[in-house]
């Protein structure tokens, strides 16, 4: 860190920092350990991204009241608590012995994970003065890129050399650690009046997000009737549709529809939805198909992730300057349709690629998967005033979370119905694989007409911080 701050503020931000790393680190160390974790539970490895999705759609549940409990019970013990849940849930995940318990541990694990997060970010709003909070944030931001790329290594690593238990387990050692840090340095932080909970909004908000999740979930991972999704599928959109109405004339709803009065939110977030179904689901599918399609160990399916966090870091400098010159719109709708592109170029992975070829093609996609995630991010927040910052951000966070659980889900369910439909075999397999990366990547070629409605004439801003993944 440049600036020099004082010790008992330095702890602060290394507790806050453990806590995203964390957080981080468990959304992507599973994604290698699903077939082991299939093995042991008597599971289809092609069935198992409940497991996953469970987590992203519990973080994206809990994200909206994550402000309001932090100010209802205070900082410290919002965070405390949060480390607590998290721990619990992973000790459960552990110990669970079928996958119906292990996906509802992860439920419980990513409630903790929700609040890690805001949290983390409201006790360096809050602790640190202005002119030190960029800095302040830019440091906690670190783990949050090391995460991703040691947590699909370290996944194959241990599955190999131990077992997919530890791959919680190691959580333990490391919340116990937080929880006494946080004991010791994080300010007690007084609860703060806020005004009245959307109860119902929240209520609304929250059963369409997981019927969504569920319906599309039940396509494969749930074994759900064609029937039962449907009523899902239907139950989910009213109450999302339903929340919009309570918004509107709500005196102090969680979003406020204003919001979506400016045009660079409004797209920034469809953009952001549409197009992280796909690009979202990459980091479950690759690790899956290298070992069940390709028939790798999990510890090389795990390194060559490696080339996709490198590559997705080293561009990151290079982002602003490219969003200066082009602006955003240009950025988003030629990115976006490389983006894609890449996706479906890793249906060409076999058995007999070359080595270099396929750590190249795994590397461009990190590159332009990066740099998709930096421009709609940023273009998502740019324009909201002081007053609606916060909201936007918190919203922003929960279409991220959602739109990954929904993507996982729509990959399996993508997956299940090749599988079904080549037929058994490895062969066959692998074939079902390559059209779901197809598939996959056409669903984010979408995304490239809802961001050319962005203004042709945008003037590009300065991006202060780059708003990770």
């Known amino acids: 860190m440049k600036h020099r ?96 318990l292990l996906v509802a541990s992860r439920v419980l694990q990513g409630f903790g994970g ?62 116990l650690l937080g929880l006494v840090a946080t004991l010791r340095y994080m300010p007690r932080g007084r609860p703060i009046p806020s005004g009245r909970f959307d109860a119902i909004g929240y209520a609304l908000l929250a059963f369409g997000m997981v019927a969504l999740s569920l319906g599309l979930d039940g396509l494969s991972g749930l074994g759900l009737r064609q029937a ?29 529809p204003r919001l979506f009065s400016i045009d660079s939110m409004r797209i920034g977030l469809l953009g952001n939805l549409f197009a992280r179904l796909g ?82 093609q795994l590397a461009v996609f990190g590159l332009v998967n990066s740099l998709q995630f930096t421009a709609m991010n940023t273009v998502t927040l740019k324009d909201l005033g002081q007053t609606m910052a916060s909201s936007g951000n918190s919203l922003l966070s929960m279409v991220q979370m959602l739109a990954m659980g929904m993507g996982v889900a729509a990959a399996g369910a993508a997956l299940g119905a090749y599988s079904d439909a080549f037929g058994a075999g490895s062969t066959q397999t692998l074939h079902a694989f390559q059209a779901t990366f197809v598939s996959m990547g056409l669903l984010t070629l979408a995304a490239t007409f809802i961001f050319a409605q962005l203004a042709p004439d945008e003037a590009p801003v300065a991006l202060e911080i780059d708003i990770e993944s």
Not at 119 to 125: A, D, F, K, N, T
Request: glycine letters at 8%; proline letters at 7%; hydrophobic letters at 60%.
């Open 228 to 256: 039962g999704v449907v009523v899902l599928m239907v139950f989910g959109l009213a109450a999302l549709a339903a929340y919009w109405l309570h918004a509107a004339r709500a005196a102090q709803p969680l979003f406020s």
């Open 114 to 175: 929700a609040l890690l997060l805001p949290v983390g970010r409201l006790v360096i709003l809050r602790t640190f003065p202005r002119e030190e909070f960029l800095e302040a944030i830019s440091f906690v931001a670190i783990p949050g890129l090391v995460g991703p790329l040691i947590g699909p290594t370290l996944g194959g690593w241990l599955v190999q050399v131990a077992s997919w238990h530890w791959i919680f387990l190691i959580n333990v050692p490391v919340g």
């Open 279 to 360: 690009s979202g689901s990459m980091p479950f599918l690759v690790p899956l198909m290298l070992q069940v399609g390709l028939g790798y160990s999990p510890l090389y399916a795990g390194m060559m992730m490696l080339p996709v966090a490198i590559a997705g870091i080293a561009v990151k400098r290079a982002a602003t300057p490219l969003i200066m010159h082009f602006g955003y719109r240009r950025v988003l709708v030629v990115n976006t349709f490389a983006v894609g592109l890449m996706m479906a170029s890793l249906a060409l992975m076999t058995p007999e690629q070359p080595l270099l070829l396929r750590i190249a």
């Open 5 to 100: 701050f004082p010790q008992s503020r330095s702890r602060l931000l290394w507790l806050v920092a453990v806590g995203f790393f964390m957080q981080t680190l468990d959304a992507t160390i599973v994604n290698t350990a699903l077939p082991a974790m299939a093995a042991d539970l008597q599971e289809s490895p092609l069935r198992m991204q409940s497991v996953v999705v469970a987590y992203s759609v519990a973080m994206a549940m809990l994200i909206p009241a994550s402000g309001w409990i932090a100010d209802r019970i205070g900082m410290r013990r919002a965070f405390f608590s949060a480390i607590v849940v998290f721990v619990l849930g992973s000790v459960l995940c552990a110990l669970s012995p079928t996958l119906d």
